[in-house]
């Protein structure tokens, strides 16, 4: 009764409607929005890809890693193939395997593949996202902007978070055994 005009009632039911409806976009629910178009029917496909606890280990100068879990929301295997960041010039998709009796790092042929509805690890000691000649201070709490470009052409934009990690002592030209230890490496623990 306070408003005279019907536009002036119209008003706040819009933008409570527009609240409600990107509240069920952060969530990433699908069920409270129903499909009204086709174009809407490819929004699934720009989170196909999402990654969780992403971060990158301080660094002064030379060469970081970046890690994390890449999760696969769709029915199909994706496959990140390379990815870029302001803080490198140059990166590369790196796995540890042994070789002549040593873990060493090396470029993972064919990038990651995440099985469909699937998750792929990125943890010192093993897959990894190597940055080579960091342009620039990786401190405790940075925020590195990061895009990952997948084999069908779609990307994943994410920003890792600086993090101290002694680890097992990687080293990032090659490494040993006990470079290899997972035991300190955060969140996803394997020891």
């Not at 029917?41 to 890690?67: N, Y």
């Not at 996202?129 to 990786?138: A, P, Q, S, W």
Request: charged share 20%; aromatic share 4%; hydrophobic share 35%.
């Amino acid at each position: 009764m306070f408003f005279s005009s019907s536009r002036s009632r119209a008003l706040p039911a819009l933008a409570l409607t527009a609240v409600l409806v990107s509240g069920c976009a952060v969530e990433g629910t699908t069920s409270a929005a129903p499909s009204t178009s086709p174009s809407s029917a490819v929004a699934p496909t720009a989170s196909a890809l999402t990654i969780t606890d992403p971060w990158v280990k301080t660094t002064g100068e030379g060469m970081t890693a970046a890690f994390g879990t890449l999760v696969n929301n769709t029915g199909t295997e994706v496959t990140v193939v390379s990815g870029v960041s302001p803080l490198s010039p140059r990166i590369e998709l790196h796995e540890v395997v042994e070789s002549d009796g040593k873990m060493i790092m090396r470029p993972k042929k064919g990038g990651f593949v995440i099985p469909a509805r699937g998750t792929h690890e990125l943890a010192p000691g093993g897959d990894h996202i190597m940055l080579m000649d960091v342009t620039g201070k990786v401190e405790p709490g940075a925020e590195i902007p990061f895009t990952l470009i997948l084999a069908d052409g779609g990307t994943l934009k994410f920003t890792a978070i600086g993090k101290e990690f002694a680890g097992g002592k990687e080293d990032y030209q090659g490494g040993d055994e006990g470079g290899m230890d997972m035991g300190g490496s955060g969140d996803k623990d394997k020891g």
